[in-house]
């Protein structure tokens, strides 16, 4: 699990927002969609923490991985301005990833920001499958990964500022979606508000299941240190989950948005 993987590439993709290529066979073989890496900050002792980053390609034939990181502090700057030949120290892959209902033909992929990027992989994962992808960013200069989902699904985008797409939540485009039709299944991933948002949406279509990924600061990655709990609902009220090594994938109506 505790990987050396070289860097093939670094490039800019969106404002603050790179894609790794990451030379990595063990890691590329085991992934699954929805799949996550823990990567060490490169060349400073002072950051302990290591960094989650969301699986976004699989190329199992290549034996590489590509990830979309957004810099946003020391730490994924390090990483992300690393050059080609750079070698990490990478967990993973980690996480349960996205199951798929079996018979399922129509889905919907739900992205808010850096949190599209997982989603990338079902659609990669399962080409029979016919996926309408519903796209956020708070506005164009952060749009990536545009032609990939292009390509792959029937890509709907969104901006909080109307700059590229729907101008509004991405939710909102779901919404209208699921009015108009169903789906087998629902992904998503985000942040929080989306979410939120989200679970509204899905309360009246009890009959599909709901997806989604958390976005959580992690300590150790493997269930050990106990930094990213989430609260799910039960039958007694609530308890911990650990999102690193429970999910990061839940279905929405088992986590407690409220509390």
Request: net charge negative; aromatic share 8%; hydrophobic share 40%.
């Amino acid at each position: 699990m505790d990987n050396r993987c070289e860097i093939l590439s670094s490039c800019p993709v969106a404002r603050d927002t790179y894609e790794l290529v990451l030379a990595c066979p063990a890691i590329a073989e085991q992934a699954q969609p929805g799949s996550f890496v823990h990567i060490k900050v490169p060349e400073n002792g002072a950051l302990l923490m290591r960094r989650p980053i969301s699986i976004h390609r699989i190329d199992r034939e290549e034996g590489q991985i590509s990830l979309i990181i957004q810099q946003k502090g020391e730490g994924t700057a390090r990483i992300v301005q690393s050059g080609a030949g750079t070698v990490l120290d990478v967990l993973g892959p980690l996480g349960n990833g996205f199951p798929l209902p079996g018979g399922a033909r129509r889905c919907a992929l739900v992205g808010g920001g850096i949190g599209c990027a997982p989603l990338y992989t079902m659609a990669q994962a399962h080409p029979d499958v016919a996926f309408d992808s519903y796209l956020g960013f708070r506005s164009q200069a952060y749009v990536y990964a545009k032609e990939a989902f292009s390509q792959a699904t029937n890509l709907h985008l969104a901006t909080d500022d109307g700059s590229a797409g729907f101008h509004g939540r991405v939710t909102e485009l779901l919404k209208a979606a699921l009015q108009k039709g169903g789906y087998d299944a629902v992904y998503a991933c985000g942040p929080t508000p989306m979410f939120k948002a989200l679970a509204k949406v899905m309360e009246e279509y009890p009959q599909i299941p709901c997806y989604v990924s958390l976005e959580e600061r992690m300590g150790c990655g493997i269930g050990g240190c106990a930094v990213c709990t989430c609260k799910i609902l039960a039958e007694d009220g609530w308890h911990y989950k650990r999102v690193c090594k429970d999910g990061p994938v839940f279905q929405i109506q088992e986590v407690a948005w409220d509390e």
